[in-house]
């Protein structure tokens, strides 16, 4: 089962509210990401969780806020957004790790389907 | 800095043409090559992937990639496109264990004419 799960699949929401997008994987993978894809762009990378903890934040702007409950879920809590903010937003996972222990096929990245987000 | 570079943008070809999209990558160190295709309003999927070994990589849907260290390159290849082919294919690059931080090129948009 290689299956990353992103709810909500649509969200419509104002400059004013909060709201939150979930992620979920099974496959007891330790690395998981945030991207954001607009529109006939690349996705681009917004946040890294290597074994619950952050390891990478590009720059993103505090009106984003990344949360790992725990190993299988990773949130993404959304405040004050701008419509600019309007976009796909997926959630990845990988095996992580290193070592001897870790299969090479752990290095492939796993992507959800995303969920589109507008902001109104 | 670790970039991925993909030259075609837009690629128009009639069903049963040969494709070939090409990616170029600048990486330090060990790399890990993908590509992922992007139908219309659909999310990103894994086409075929090279860590190591064999360069010639072969993925999902009759597609094919070679590695060639030496130009830095990684084409993406498939000898006679469908019309379902129409697509966002997008090359990626990635550091080799422990998470990964992926890079990937602005896309090529191909559309098959049947």
């Known amino acids: 089962d290689t299956e990353v799960t992103q709810t909500p699949k649509h969200l419509v929401m104002g400059m004013t509210n909060k709201k939150s997008l979930k992620c979920e994987q099974h496959?007891?993978?330790?690395?998981m990401y945030w991207y954001k894809q607009k529109a006939k762009k690349p996705p681009e990378l917004m946040f890294v969780?290597?074994?619950?903890?952050?390891?990478i934040n590009e720059s993103v702007p505090s009106r984003f806020s990344p949360e790992c409950p725990n190993s299988s879920l990773l949130n993404l809590h959304l405040h004050a957004l701008q419509p600019e903010d309007s976009a796909l937003y997926l959630c990845?996972?990988?095996?992580?790790?290193?070592?001897?222990?870790?299969?090479?096929?752990?290095?492939?990245?796993?992507f959800g389907e995303g969920s589109w987000l507008t902001v109104v | 800095a670790q970039s991925v570079s993909q030259h075609n943008h837009h690629v128009i070809l009639s069903e049963a043409a040969s494709l070939e999209l090409g990616c170029n990558y600048s990486?330090?160190?060990?790399?890990?090559l993908f590509w992922y295709v992007q139908y219309p309003g659909q999310h990103l999927q894994l086409l075929l992937k090279y860590f190591s070994g064999d360069p010639l990589v072969k993925g999902i849907k009759g597609f094919e990639a070679e590695f060639i260290k030496s130009k830095f390159s990684f084409n993406l290849r498939k000898p006679s496109v469908q019309w379902s082919d129409t697509a966002e294919y997008f090359c990626?690059?990635?550091?080799?264990?422990?998470?990964?931080?992926?890079?990937f090129g602005i896309g090529t948009k191909l559309q098959v004419i049947p």
């Open positions: 990845a996972s990988s095996q992580g790790g290193q070592g001897p222990g870790v299969r090479q096929s752990g290095n492939t990245i796993y």
């Open positions: 969780y290597s074994y619950e903890k952050l390891s």
């Open positions: 990486y330090g160190g060990t790399v890990n």
């Open positions: 496959m007891g993978h330790r690395a």
């Open positions: 990626a690059a990635s550091n080799s264990g422990g998470y990964q931080k992926v890079t």
